[in-house]
């Protein structure tokens, strides 16, 4: 690795690892919100929600975006915007504020994924590129983890507010590091923007999350309700038409002709929707349920964060050898299998008996999948639509889990019981497995992606 490439991949988890951090270090934080600015569940599912809406929904123009004007360039804007954004989240003096600064929070962590990661496609090649996208994503998928605990310890031992305010440092110090950086060169596609794509892609998953919120407090008769349900679910169908005869459309239908592309992302879809539940309503149960403090629900998923850590870029770099069907197909079993073990925990939730083993091994699981399932994807699309795959690709992962945390209330009810994280539980288990055996069925281990010692 050349000094260039060791910086271009500390820039880029940098960069990746601080907008995957701010979606998922809020969630030991949302007791503590709903108890200061009011609302309950329904402000616990939108702090989460707002900033996933706009990040899902915008990702993929932010991937044309990348491929247009280059990466360094957006790169910069995303981190700059962010850096505001968390400051307008840290003060926000109400609820409703709270959630307007988490979608322009959103709108600026967009820019950030598929610019970083296309940094990396650019800069890297052959097993060198599998092993870096290994390290990538064994420290994106870190900050999913992690984001907990850092969570918890600021929720218990300062306040909520900090952990907007502390990501004044991660992303100042990736500004500085990207002005050292040397121009990427890559070829600049001069193309106008699907704008219409844009809207109508926010507008229907906006319609659609906010009806599926709202049912349990309005009741699906409510025209608050069915009313952006309906228009949001025609706004997603409008959507595939427009981009289906679009010259230059944000999502080019034409990528999911390859076979490891679409597979991967039906795949993609069902792991993260798995993953952003699990992460979601574990640590709200071990707090509103089982007493844990924010620490120690933090402390709780530690495990997770290890096995990504160890296991992730050495499982990126096998795929690169033997293939990434094998992890992509056990990854998600083995992370299924382990959180129906769950289905035995009581409102005592015994961290060593009844936590620990699941999130254990749902931590080797993930670690085993996220790696090899990011090079199966990107490694089946050309170079030069890096930007706009990798864009696909992240924003699948972050609409499952915007859909996911969406669709809760239908499983888990309006409060969260015993027998609510059960079923919330086993809807995490059927995910995993499920994407285990498309995985199993659908991904091809290319000669692109198999060693030919």
């Not at 616990?44 to 990040?55: G, K």
């Not at 094998?326 to 073990?341: A, E, K, V």
């Amino acid at each position: 690795m050349t000094k260039q490439q060791r910086l271009v991949l500390v820039i880029s988890i940098l960069a990746s690892f601080v907008a995957f951090l701010d979606g998922m270090v809020v969630t030991v934080a949302l007791p503590a919100i709903a108890r200061e600015l009011g609302g309950g569940f329904t402000i616990q599912q939108w702090t989460v929600d707002a900033y996933l809406i706009t990040l899902g929904s915008l990702m993929l123009i932010a991937g044309s975006f990348s491929d247009i004007f280059g990466r360094k360039k957006v790169l910069a804007v995303g981190l700059a915007g962010f850096l505001v954004t968390s400051l307008f989240c840290a003060v926000a003096p109400s609820g409703l504020l709270l959630i307007v600064s988490r979608a322009l929070q959103g709108i600026a962590g967009a820019l950030l994924v598929p610019s970083s990661l296309a940094l990396i496609i650019s800069s890297f090649s052959g097993p060198q590129q599998s092993k870096a996208i290994g390290s990538w994503t064994a420290w994106t998928g870190i900050a999913s983890i992690i984001g907990p605990l850092l969570g918890g310890v600021l929720v218990t031992y300062s306040s909520w507010r900090l952990i907007f305010a502390i990501n004044v440092i991660p992303v100042a110090v990736t500004l500085w590091l990207l002005h050292m950086l040397h121009p990427v060169k890559h070829e600049l596609k001069r193309e106008p923007l699907d704008v219409a794509g844009a809207v109508l892609c926010a507008v229907g998953l906006g319609g659609t999350v906010y009806g599926l919120i709202e049912q349990a407090h309005y009741g699906w008769s409510s025209p608050v309700v069915y009313g952006p349900l309906i228009n949001g679910i025609v706004a997603l169908i409008l959507f595939i038409g427009h981009e289906r005869r679009a010259a230059k459309p944000m999502l080019p239908l034409s990528l999911f002709a390859v076979r490891n592309f679409s597979v991967g992302n039906i795949a993609t879809f069902a792991i993260y929707a798995g993953l952003s539940i699990s992460s979601f309503l574990i640590t709200l149960f071990l707090q509103q349920v089982a007493g844990y403090t924010a620490i120690q629900a933090g402390v709780a998923m530690l495990p997770v964060t290890i096995m990504m850590f160890v296991l992730s870029p050495r499982a990126g770099a096998l795929a690169g050898v033997y293939g990434p069907r094998i992890f992509m197909t056990l990854g998600p079993l083995i992370g299924g299998l382990s959180f129906l073990y769950m289905q035995r925990i009581d409102a005592s939730a015994h961290y060593w008996t009844e936590v620990f083993p699941s999130v254990t091994g749902f931590g080797v699981g993930l670690a085993i999948t996220v790696a090899p399932l990011t090079s199966a994807i990107l490694g089946a699309i050309d170079e030069s639509r890096a930007g706009i795959a990798s864009a696909v690709n992240n924003a699948v992962a972050r609409i499952a889990g915007l859909i996911a945390i969406a669709a809760l209330a239908l499983v888990v009810g309006p409060k969260l019981t015993v027998a609510g994280f059960h079923h919330g539980m086993l809807m995490t288990s059927v995910l995993l497995i499920v994407g285990g055996i498309i995985s199993a069925i659908g991904i091809q281990n290319t000669p692109r992606t198999v060693s030919k010692h």
